[in-house]
């Protein structure tokens, strides 16, 4: 497996376990730079995202990741990756399927950022 | 609408028509350095990609957009292009979802070439 990959499987697995234990503890992920756009509603910076993400409808959540692509986004180290997955809120038991995009950005200290984040719900076709 | 919204908006409309019209118009939008992976099959370079692109085992197909979203991706103008939807192959009737990422990067020539493009199919998460 690239570096890369790797480098894609364990950000996924360290994101959505912090997310489903304590999201606060995603801050040190973000910069002020940092953009995500939830369900089509942007915002900006780690502050305003965690906050976002503290304030979402739910309490209890748990993500189930089915699927990770990654791939090089610039020559100084940045990777896309996209995950799909699906999400258990609350006590529902029937689970809704999402996609996430991150782009991660190398932070100069042997570490990566999210520099570009987008969560979609994806909704049966048929 | 900011102006990487309008690019990623009428990129994603000349993407799908030049793709469910004739796929190997799509050329021209990659370069050597592109990378497609598609339902986790990677390969890279123009084009590799149209020949990929070209050997799908559906002749016609329709791709139905429900989402699309942008951020910038980098100072050098770069946007990332999140796209949900249905796609309809053949005579099936029952479309299925799908998810796709792209990079956009500028070309030096006022447009935009496909630096990174990921196709995921979405199976219902219940």
Same mark, same amino acid.
């Given at each position: 497996?690239?570096?890369?990959?790797?480098?894609?499987?364990?950000?996924? /697995?360290?994101?959505?376990?912090?997310? =489903? $234990? =304590?999201?606060?503890?995603?801050?040190?992920?973000?910069?002020?730079? +940092?953009?995500?756009?939830?369900?089509? +509603? &942007?915002?900006? %910076?780690?502050?305003?995202?965690? =906050?976002?993400?503290?304030?979402?409808?739910?309490?209890?959540?748990?993500?189930?990741?089915? $699927?990770?692509?990654?791939?090089? +986004?610039? &020559?100084? %180290?940045?990777?896309?990756?996209?995950? +799909?997955?699906?999400?258990?809120?609350? /006590?529902?038991?029937?689970?809704?399927?999402? $996609?996430? $995009?991150?782009?991660?950005?190398? =932070? %100069?200290?042997?570490?990566?950022?999210?520099?570009?984040?987008?969560?979609?719900?994806?909704?049966?076709?048929?």
């Amino acid at each position: 497996m690239a570096d890369f990959e790797n480098i894609a499987k364990q950000f996924v /697995e360290y994101y959505y376990k912090t997310f =489903d $234990t =304590d999201r606060t503890q995603l801050q040190p992920l973000y910069r002020d730079e +940092s953009m995500l756009t939830f369900e089509a +509603s &942007p915002c900006q %910076g780690a502050m305003a995202i965690v =906050d976002k993400l503290k304030n979402l409808p739910f309490q209890k959540v748990e993500h189930q990741v089915a $699927t990770i692509d990654a791939q090089p +986004s610039n &020559p100084s %180290g940045g990777i896309v990756v996209i995950v +799909s997955g699906a999400l258990l809120v609350e /006590e529902e038991r029937r689970p809704m399927s999402y $996609t996430q $995009t991150f782009q991660l950005l190398p =932070d %100069g200290a042997n570490s990566y950022f999210i520099f570009n984040d987008v969560f979609r719900l994806v909704y049966p076709a048929a």
